[in-house]
Every structure is written in C-alpha cells, then in structure tokens.
C-alpha cells in the first residue's frame, strides 16, 4: 500500500456542474477524514467516517456538498450545483483505529470552478 | 472548536542557518501535530507530540510540547532548501479530528 490517493488531482469545472472526488486510504485505516483548504489557510474539516459511518459533519457542509463510504472502503465526496466559492484544495486523510493516532493525507484535489 | 496560532506566518533563512516555528492553542492540547506541505500538494507527517514537556527529533528537526500543553515549538537546525515549504500545526482537541493553524510558509535562501 503506498499511501492515500486521490482521483484526479486536478479538476475543472463550469458553474452549476456537479463534481464527484475519489478517495481511496490506506487499508487497515477505519477513519477517514475530507479537508478543504484554500490559499494561504491551513486544512478546514469537512466530514469523517469511522469505517461506513458518517460520524460528524462540519457546518462548512452545505447540502450541496455529499460524502459517502460504502462498505468503509474507498469514499466519494460530491459538490452539487458548483459555485465559484467551492475552488478550493480538497484533501482527504486516514488513520488507524486507535485514538491520537496520526493521520496520513493524500495528495489532494485542486478543484477550479470558472 | 480548538483555535491554532501559527508565528511567523512566514520567514525566510540563509541555509544553514536555525529557524523556529511557533504554535499557540486557545485550548489544552491532546494531540499536536506537525505537518510539511510543498504548494499545491497533501500534507506529509513529521511528528506528533502528547505529553506535555515532550520533544522529538527527525534528522535535523525537533519539535517540543510544552509542560501545560498549550504551545508547541518546531525547531530545524542548519536549514537546507530541502526544509523549505509550508509548515502546519494541528491539534486533536479529544474529539478524533484535527483543527489546524493557517501555517508558516518557510523560504531557504543559497
């Protein structure tokens, strides 16, 4: 296993299309984490997953915005109705089941709406 | 939430020189992470601190905790230009996810 990957790592998009983000973490991890950082700000917290559960989601979620894990595998991160506001850096990252274990991030999605 | 101070926002050194980076939490820190991002790319784990008063080393940097677990230090010595990037504090406020600081964004000079 070489980490955590995300797919693509580069999108762009027209305002008002829908935009769906891969990511796929490291095996034995049951927590996975989505994070959206902008230009000059540290990651923001979007949502997490212990296994397939969705255990909390930020306020930064709007309901345009969904994440699943089905089978606590691989998650998906969709962005209904793209605005201009959503351009952003969109990092997702794992750990391992124990608490204060550190997380590992992927390379991340850069995604511009224009 | 945890709130994250990071000082300087960002610095520039002479290689070879030291550089400290400074992280200040608005709460007790259960966790305090430190991350390096290049631009444009995820972040890559350097080290995580617990105990208060803890300090680790990786090569040539070393990061600390302090005794009351509100601020945290990363200290790199003989800077080379592979140390330059963006680096990140993050914190675990006992709830599995981590809050971090805006990042210091550190620039090494030939």
């Known amino acids: 296993d070489t980490g955590v990957s995300q797919d693509p790592r580069h999108k762009i998009t027209k305002r008002g299309q829908n935009v769906t983000f891969r990511c796929d973490p490291i095996s034995e991890h049951n927590r996975l984490y989505w994070y959206r950082q902008t230009l000059g700000q540290g990651p923001e917290f979007l949502t997490y997953?212990?296994?397939?559960?969705?255990?909390?989601k930020s306020r930064l979620l709007s309901d345009r915005f969904s994440a699943e894990r089905p089978k606590g595998s691989f998650s998906t991160l969709e962005i209904q109705r793209t605005e201009q506001g959503d351009s952003a850096m969109y990092l997702c990252?794992?750990?391992?089941?124990?608490?204060?274990?550190?997380?590992?991030f992927g390379q991340g999605t850069r995604l511009t709406v224009v | 939430s945890q709130e994250l101070e990071q000082s300087p926002q960002s610095l520039i050194v002479q290689e070879g020189k030291n550089l400290t980076i400074n992280c200040t939490s608005s709460?007790?820190?259960?966790?305090l992470y430190w991350y390096k991002q290049k631009y444009g790319e995820g972040l890559i784990f350097l080290m995580m601190l617990q105990k208060g008063g803890e300090e680790k080393s990786h090569e040539k940097i070393t990061a600390k905790l302090d005794e009351k677990k509100q601020q945290s230090s990363l200290h790199i010595t003989a800077s080379q230009p592979s140390h330059a990037g963006i680096y990140l504090c993050?914190?675990?406020?006992?709830?599995?996810?981590?809050?971090f600081g805006a990042g210091t964004t550190v620039t090494v000079r030939a």
């Open positions: 990252a794992s750990s391992g089941g124990t608490f204060n274990t550190e997380a590992f």
């Open positions: 709460k007790t820190l259960y966790g």
């Open positions: 997953f212990q296994n397939e559960a969705q255990l909390e």
């Open positions: 993050g914190a675990d406020s006992n709830d599995y996810k981590l809050s």
